[in-house]
């Protein structure tokens, strides 16, 4: 557990909650006690038990023996917590280079305006003349966000006897899980059963990769990956108008494909040089063209898991989708947005609701009344909607 390696040098007087969790614990830094030295001493003093116990340094019945006290279960969440968000800060989902992230203020409709208009070509106007008029139009582009989640018991005996590793899991589990969740729903924004989304990716949004060159040089409708059908999808994107009739620059784009077209990705996008027939402008087929490869200059790859998950049933090993890279400042395609305060996984553990004969509450390690069980539940928090079809192309491969 590399993230323990900081808190071992540290001395317990020493100890804040900025160092010992960067910031990131959920529960520290929303804890009563995140001032109290005697807390942050014993915090500091349990997750050095919890590092020598998962690493086997030191006996895992120090750690049983630990979590009969009153106050460890608290410090052990703090723990567990951290972990959590260590964990799933750890992975990038590839989905941050295409999609905007955003955060929202509440679970009511998320209203995203964009306007239009103003910016065609100006025209001369002559002496005495009115300077015409043009307006603006808006495009409204609305999601909520929702809960997602899930929860988990550890049954008590298991906890006991099998060296706490269920525990240990967790945490990296959730993580991951939450995660995953993300990159798929952003998937599903753009990809459907049948590949492209047919409502996104239309003849009228001019986003299919389906067009014949005017020469006659690509002739495929949703072509397949290949160097000549990454050049057909960049000249789609070069044609796109916005709705004064100006062409729209973009120029870095994000190429996005399943697993099993990353081999032919990665030898289109690092070959140092392109050998092709035509000359990609109309030229004719029996021409040969010797090139740099420029492509890697301008193209960057994502690979996206959840492409063949969501697109099971038809192509889902075929299509292929390029995004204006965020970093263009351009309008998204796509947008996911976070609650504000909640933009990270939380973790959360149910309070035992068994009371010890004699009096006080049952320590929560013990578990629930009827069943022994010690339930962790994790939170996570967000939503996301399709916007501007004008930055994105796509095809499904199938050559049909």
Known sequence: ???????????????????????????????????????????????????????????????????????????????????????????????????????????????????????AVLGAVGQGEEYPESKLTDTVYSYLVGKYGRKTAINWEAMIDDDLDGLKDLPRRYGRAARRSEQKFVTQLYCDANGPIATFYTVGNKNKVNATNAGGNF?????PLSVAGLQEALAVFANQLDLDGEPIVIDAVVLVVPPGLEITAQNILKATELWITGDGAGGTANTQVHTANWMRDRVTLAVDPYIPVVASTAN?????????????????????????????????????????????????????????????????????????????????????
């Open 219 to 223: 002739t495929a409708i949703n072509p």
């Open 1 to 119: 557990m590399e993230f323990l390696q900081l808190i071992e040098s540290m001395e317990a007087e020493k100890a804040s909650v900025t160092k010992l969790f960067g910031g990131e614990g959920i529960g520290v830094r929303r804890s009563p006690r995140r001032s109290d030295p005697r807390y942050l001493g014993t915090l500091l003093e349990a997750t050095r038990l919890v590092q020598a116990v998962f690493s086997g340094r030191k006996p895992t019945y120090l750690l049983k023996e630990a979590l009969g006290t009153a106050d460890f279960p608290n410090l052990f969440g703090d723990i567990i917590d951290r972990q959590l968000l260590g964990i799933y800060s750890e992975y990038l989902p590839v989905y941050q280079s295409y999609a905007r992230v955003a955060t929202v203020s509440d679970f009511r409709t998320v209203k995203r305006f964009a306007m239009d208009g103003s910016e």
């Open 316 to 400: 889902g090993n075929t299509s292929w989708f390029l995004f204006a890279s965020v970093s263009t400042g351009l309008r998204p395609a796509l947008e996911i947005g976070f609650l504000r305060g909640h933009e990270k996984p939380e973790l959360f553990m149910k309070d035992s609701n068994a009371i010890r004969v004699g009096g006080g509450a049952a320590d929560p390690m013990d578990g629930d009344f009827d069943l022994d069980s010690i339930v962790y539940k994790i939170r996570h928090v967000f939503g996301g909607a399709r916007m501007d079809p004008k930055v994105t192309v796509a095809s499904n491969g199938s050559g049909a």
